[in-house]
């Protein structure tokens, strides 16, 4: 916290056991206070009358109201809602008023609204948003990182020293969020902007060391890209990945023939017979060889298979 001439600002949320909502709302507010400089202090506490003394109130008090800093989402007629359905709980009100000054743009604010928040306010509401596919096997959430965190029956932890503890967490994860996002706009113009000017746009050609993910993300929302090709960073290989048939699947538009699937090396060679083929990844959406022109002499032979 920085210490200087301006007012202490008081920011107050409930005490006794803690959720990813109310440790990310608190973290989102130190991150802006910290970028004006602002000395500041959480209180954990349920007590109304400090209540009443916080410039931010987040996830306790009953009410909302951004224009006052009030950001409680428990009331009976709740506080807010997106137009996809999902509630705002606290960390989404915060981040509705503040995420753009928090993130710097708009854009990305939105992003991460998408990708981190929206998660979590469901999971604080209680609502479903997403459905298992293999009984008793569910996605590790933020919720569960939080909980594992918290102190089992045998344990006697300071909770609010536990709290501060998280914040810290979940500072770090909001600014590489931030940084992430920030980074990925210019990326996904670079990737565009190579799409517009590919002639076979199904087979896309990428010289810089983009995620698979960005990459994939990015050609789905086009039809007609079927591989992409990127170095990997870090070493000389390429890799060959196929593009997904939906966001989120390993299900690709065509994926690489069934003759390579698990195979390497020599193995490899002597099925495709280019010689720097490396490796096939036994699902078949990914392959990779040790140079860019070993990557398109495999990604080519691919397209040309029935």
Not at 61 to 74: E, T
Not at 129 to 148: A, D, M, R, T
Not at 241 to 253: E, F, H, Q
Request: glycine letters at 6%.
């Amino acid at each position: 916290m920085h210490k200087n001439k301006k007012k202490e600002i008081i920011i107050i949320t409930h005490s006794g056991s803690f959720h990813a909502d109310d440790v990310f709302a608190c973290a989102s507010l130190s991150i802006l206070l910290e970028k004006k400089q602002q000395l500041f202090k959480i209180i954990r506490t349920r007590n109304e009358k400090i209540i009443k003394t916080g410039d931010f109130v987040v996830d306790v008090g009953g009410k909302y109201d951004p224009s006052k800093n009030l950001f409680d989402h428990h009331q009976k007629e709740g506080a807010d809602k997106r137009k996809n359905g999902i509630l705002y709980a606290s960390f989404g009100l915060v981040w509705k008023k503040y995420g753009p000054e928090i993130s710097g743009n708009k854009t990305v604010a939105q992003k991460i609204d998408r990708v981190l928040i929206q998660p979590i306010d469901a999971g604080d509401n209680g609502i479903a948003y997403y459905k298992p596919l293999f009984e008793n096997i569910l996605p590790y959430e933020f919720h569960s990182i939080f909980g594992v965190y918290s102190p089992s029956w045998k344990e006697n932890i300071d909770l609010d020293k536990l709290f501060l503890k998280m914040i810290i967490l979940a500072k770090d994860i909001i600014k590489r969020e931030i940084k992430k996002n920030t980074d990925s706009i210019e990326m996904e113009r670079i990737i565009e902007n190579i799409y517009r000017n590919t002639r076979d746009k199904r087979l896309i050609i990428i010289t810089l060391p983009f995620s698979r993910f960005d990459i994939v993300n990015t050609l789905g929302k086009y039809k007609k890209p079927i591989y992409a090709i990127y170095p990997e960073r870090g070493d000389k290989d390429w890799h060959i990945v196929g593009i997904n048939k939906r966001p989120g699947s390993y299900l690709t538009r065509k994926p690489l023939p069934k003759s390579w699937a698990g195979k390497t090396g020599k193995a490899l060679q002597k099925i495709t017979g280019i010689k720097e083929a490396k490796f096939c990844h036994r699902a078949r959406f990914l392959a990779v060889a040790n140079s860019k022109e070993g990557a398109i002499a495999l990604a080519r032979l691919s397209l040309n298979k029935k």
